[in-house]
């Protein structure tokens, strides 16, 4: 079964960090490009960024570009996103998913393969 499990979800202050992972099980995830979304109460899902299999290319959303940080590890099956400058409208549900897609970021529609998410809040 072709899973994904996202960790590193919790409340933290404005200003603050965290380094969210999306661990792979049941498949590997070189061959998949991986993207990240974010959804609050009483919005869209939100696309935040995408990482292709080399790592060459990564997409961010305007409102996250020189904060957050997409990376990938091949060898742990796991895809980080370091997110720093935390704000308030940062807090979402974020969830991860993957594509068997080779040299670019794929459309929402092309994921075939979701996480069940991990709660950010982001407050004083």
């Known amino acids: 079964q072709l899973q994904l499990v996202e960790s590193g979800g919790g409340l933290v202050q404005p200003g603050g960090s965290l380094r969210l992972s999306c661990a792979a099980s049941?498949?590997?995830?070189?061959?998949?490009?991986i993207g990240w979304f974010r959804q609050a109460p009483g919005k869209e899902r939100e696309g935040v960024t995408c990482?292709?299999?080399?790592?060459?290319?990564?997409n961010y959303a305007d409102s996250v570009k020189g904060r957050f940080t997409v990376s990938r590890d091949n060898a742990k099956n796991t895809v980080y996103l370091q997110m720093n400058s935390l704000k308030p409208e940062d807090t979402a549900v974020y969830s991860c998913?993957?594509?068997?897609?080779?040299?670019?970021?794929?459309?929402?529609?092309?994921?075939?393969?979701w996480g069940q998410g991990t709660q950010v809040t982001v407050s004083s």
């Open positions: 049941g498949f590997t995830l070189d061959y998949y490009a």
């Open positions: 990482i292709i299999r080399s790592g060459d290319t990564t």
């Open positions: 998913a993957a594509a068997p897609m080779w040299g670019r970021c794929p459309k929402p529609t092309e994921y075939s393969v």
